[in-house]
């Protein structure tokens, strides 16, 4: 086979102007070079690069587009034809932006050239929209190997074919092939795609299909194009999906992996339908599942029902009992997933406190993992039980400080706890996340760990950069003496970051600034890192800092400078040190201004949050200037509206139509955008915007069974969404609409 041209071809594209997941798609030929070549090692290697580079976790980019044809030319030449077959498809399914049937304005009928990839892009396409375009442009391919004598590649085909959205030009073909298919994973390969691209049409073939007669490949593939196409649930898709558990293995070799666990999938989608009767129907599924006296199926069913509570705010109510019953009986032993299934209940699951508390009392990972699931359920029963071993308890030392990112409160103070904490504080040694979970908590008690006071002072030259926070947070009155001494001299020797936050901790407990003041200097003279932190400290300062001010005017970052995020924030956080001390805001306006018009930048959320916050506290400034109509810019965006919002109400509330904004801010918490940031700012707003239409939408919005779709730290979704609601039912009540109307 003479692959000269095709090479030629692939060097003539200037690939390094061209964009993927990893910058400059200057690597692509050498991928496309390796698939071609013998080295099967080296082809499988190449194949894994693009994935990961042109199809990143389902992201396309303009490299996507312009490799198609020649991912298609090596299919065609019966290299690697279904791999690259599954790859076409996924690059067609990530451009999900295209509208329309896909055959755009016919010139991309019939086989596609590689001089062709691109064409037909106008000038301001999507990247999706490209990719998309440049798959159905080979759809010629793809539908002669639906008819292919390899089953493999008739499968990755038919997905393929699917995933281009041409339903004109697809569905012909692939209603011919399901008619003499034979082999069941391109049956239901095939009767996938039919239901995608004509819901309707296919309804009655998927229903027919869940029938004992068919390949159990086949029937679940119907029961999901059942639920995916709308159609009613009723008892024979109940029993249909009883009786092919365990389900997932039934997915293993489908190139539609999104419906990979179809039990999962099922309950999904009908909580998401949000009706009594199909939540009803979910949660009568689960139970059943959750019966199942095969443990392979149970496993299933307690994945299934982890996503029902993460979805469905009645579902912990609703799944407490079979959960329990799970955990707690002699099938439990056999599915230990279902433990880890009953920390989203909380108290509901109290119950269970005595299998948890049992379990935890062994050694290894099974019992950290109970006591982990312990702290969520019985946080009183598991204070002592981890005091017995912290060191070996990682998991439920990491949920009893709250988790990596605070996302639940922290263990409540145990004496016996806090004992044992002093105790590994005189053995513990820098490294890991120990001694970060370890002060957490301690800080997290306050007062209430006063007794580690001495542990603490002698682990300062072990921590010097992690305990002085937590001692000028513990230490009682009458030892402010003896540890102000110690922190002082901490403050005067070592390390410049050592001292700075020996410094700052001083300050925390006595009240004297002198050692910080000599501390941010030198940060900000010598530390461009420790800039932001530096400048915080000065704001802490206030006019007693008024030394400081050239050197924060001196650490400002360029004007016009291309900045990172970190040099926004530390931007930021001088010019609200400036205004704090010098209690003028003149020079902080251009900078939070020059910010909040920085839309160039991408991942600024946390930036421009900051800088609204800071933006709020500078109290009046001409509503003519800058920095109002740079706040008001931000009111397009979801994510920046409560921050916005309550930075105008401080600067210029007359610029704000209350009604107008109350929608904005709701418009912002339904759609599960800083919800609660949402729902504080719309109480700001006072009883004017509480109107009729407002009210209402809080009622559903505190009352309604799916949860938020809050984005974010993994684990936190649940927590924001309770948060929420409770504020919801407080708008309604401060609004005018009395909060019990709320639920």
Known sequence: MD???????????????????????????????????????????????????????????????????????????????????????????????????????????????????????????????????????????????????????????????????????????????????????????????????????????????????????????????????????????????????????????????????????????????????????????????????????????????????????????????????????????????????????????????????????????????????????????????????????????????????????????????????????????????SPFRVAALLESWGADAADAVPELCAALPRFPRLVPKVLAAVCPPGQRGPVGELLRTAARSGPAEDRFEAARALYALTGDGTLLLAAVAARLADDRNGIREAAAAAAELGPAAAGLVPALRAAFNAPGAHRSIPEMQADIEIAAALHRITGDPAEAVPVLTGVLSDTEMTWTRWAFVQATRVAAGLGTVPADGPLVPALEALLTDPAQVPGAVLALLALAPGRLDAGRTAGLLLDAAESGTAPVEALEALISLGPEAGTEDVRGRLVRLAGQDLRLEVSGVHGTAVLVDERARVRARAAVGALGGGAASAG
């Open 3 to 433: 692959l000269a041209p095709f090479f030629a071809e692939l060097d003539a594209r200037p690939w390094a102007d061209y964009e993927h997941a990893y910058g400059s798609a200057a690597d692509v030929p050498d991928c496309l070079r390796a698939l071609a070549g013998d080295d099967e090692e080296a082809a499988d290697e190449a194949l894994g690069d693009l994935y990961a580079s042109i199809l990143h976790q389902g992201s396309v980019y303009e490299a996507s587009a312009q490799a198609v044809p020649f991912l298609a030319r090596l299919a065609a030449l019966g290299i690697r034809t279904a791999d690259l077959l599954a790859l076409l498809g996924g690059i067609a399914e990530g451009g999900t932006e295209f509208d329309g049937e896909g055959d755009g304005d016919g010139r991309n009928d019939g086989a596609a050239t590689t001089a062709e990839a691109g064409e037909g892009e106008g000038p301001g396409e999507s990247d999706e929209a490209a990719c998309r375009r440049a798959v159905v442009g080979q759809l010629p391919l793809l539908l002669a190997s639906v008819g292919s004598d390899d089953a493999e590649v008739r499968q990755c085909a038919v997905w393929a074919a699917a995933m281009t959205g041409a339903a004109g030009r697809v569905l012909p073909v692939l209603r011919e092939r399901a008619a003499v298919e034979k082999v069941p994973l391109v049956r239901a390969e095939l009767l996938s795609a039919l239901a995608q691209l004509d819901p309707a049409g296919t309804a009655s073939a998927a229903t027919e299909a869940i029938g004992p007669d068919h390949p159990a490949e086949l029937r679940i593939t119907a029961l999901l194009a059942c639920v995916d196409t709308g159609l009613p649930w009723g008892r024979s898709h109940h029993g249909a999906m009883l009786s092919l558990l365990p389900a997932e293995g039934l997915m293993t070799g489908r190139v539609d992996q999104y419906r990979a666990e179809p039990l999962l999938h099922v309950t999904d989608a009908l909580l998401l339908r949000d009706t009594d009767e199909d939540r009803d129907a979910a949660f009568t599924l689960l139970d059943a599942a959750l019966s199942s006296a095969s443990p392979e199926a149970c496993e299933e069913a307690v994945r299934a029902a982890e996503s029902a509570c993460r979805l469905s705010r009645g579902a912990p109510q609703r799944l407490a009992a079979p959960l329990l019953a799970l955990a707690t009986g002699p099938r439990g032993a056999d599915v230990p997933s279902v433990r880890q299934a009953l920390k989203p209940l909380g108290a509901l699951a109290a119950p269970a406190a005595d299998t948890l508390a049992r379990l935890a009392e062994g050694e290894g990972d099974a019992a950290d993992g109970a006591l982990e699931v312990l702290v969520a359920v019985a946080p009183e029963r598991a204070a002592p039980l981890l005091a017995r071993n912290p060191a070996q308890r990682p998991r439920a030392l990491d949920a009893a400080c709250g988790g990596h990112f605070a996302a639940a409160p922290a263990l409540p103070y145990d004496s016996v706890l806090l004992a044992a904490l002093r105790q590994w504080l005189t053995t513990l040694r820098p490294g890991g996340n």
